[in-house]
């Protein structure tokens, strides 16, 4: 999907809201753990429930290796799901990776290739070799770490280093690698203060900003610092979403809190 395709989805259905899709088995409702792929069936509610309202979706592979070999098969049905049924909808990877250049290569392979996301979270810290492979995908972009939603944030990515945080350099210093134009930004919502200064930097990229809902960011800030002339953001909510209620009404439920995001989005736009 190229990132036209993507902001005219977000005008259309006036809205830039993704859904994670977190699926931590000991949180979902008990009554579907009889059926055959409890992980597929609460992720198929939640899409048949939430796609009219959302614009993408990502599901964080920590979740589903944490299962195994039932977790890699339910993120398969899910993806394959998503791109049957809805491939207008952009799908991110939640995966963190990075490696040695042949390494990414293979993550690259899998995620672009075996599973056909549009997208997948990258670590920089292993610089411009390890996050190539990546960009060389056509139409296929690779979401940058650059200022995280947590804590921890503060230890490395916005200490500085030759006057300049860490989390700029990296933006900076990335812009430049082949295919740049494939890259988009993680920023957390709990560090709205900086979009600002993150949008002189990168007027133009999307930004993918989790952070809204369980871990408190703002989205009427998000919004206010972070927006550009095209929208250029795409605001992540997953437990807030999905875990909404533990009974049969889930997935309306799910909707419910959904909707409500779309909504205040709607009025920023
Ligand atoms: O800086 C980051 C980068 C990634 N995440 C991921 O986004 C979701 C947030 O989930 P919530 O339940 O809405 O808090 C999750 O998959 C994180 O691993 C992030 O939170 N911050």
Not at 60 to 85: P, R
Not at 248 to 254: D, G, I, K, P, R
Request: aromatic content about 10%; some cysteine; overall charge negative.
């Amino acid at each position: 999907m190229t990132t036209s395709q993507l902001t005219e989805q977000i005008h259309l259905k006036k809205s830039f809201l993704c859904i994670g899709l977190d699926v931590d088995i000991d949180k979902i409702p008990k009554h579907l753990l009889k059926e055959e792929d409890p992980i597929f069936a609460f992720n198929k509610a939640i899409i048949d429930a939430t796609h009219q309202l959302v614009v993408a979706y990502k599901p964080n592979l920590a979740f589903y290796e944490a299962q195994g070999i039932k977790g890699f098969q339910a993120l398969k049905k899910t993806i394959d799901y998503l791109n049957e049924n809805h491939p207008e909808i952009f799908t991110i990877a939640d995966a963190k990776r990075g490696d040695i250049g042949n390494t990414s290569g293979m993550y690259a392979k899998a995620f672009f290739e075996d599973l056909n996301f549009d997208s997948v979270t990258v670590a920089p810290y292993m610089g411009k070799d390890s996050v190539e492979p990546f960009l060389a995908y056509e139409n296929k972009h690779t979401i940058l770490l650059a200022l995280t939603s947590n804590e921890g944030a503060f230890d490395f990515q916005t200490q500085s280093f030759d006057g300049e945080e860490l989390y700029k350099k990296v933006i900076k210093t990335s812009k430049d690698w082949n295919n740049g134009q494939n890259l988009m930004y993680v920023v957390g919502a709990t560090k709205a203060e900086h979009l600002r200064e993150i949008r002189h930097l990168i007027p133009e990229s999307f930004l993918l900003v989790p952070g809204v809902g369980a871990q408190g960011g703002s989205l009427e800030e998000v919004c206010k610092f972070g927006m550009n002339r095209k929208v250029g953001l795409l605001v992540n909510a997953s437990r807030a979403v999905i875990y909404a209620s533990e009974d049969e009404n889930f997935a309306e439920a799910a909707a419910t809190e959904a909707k409500k995001l779309q909504q205040e989005m709607a009025s920023y736009l």
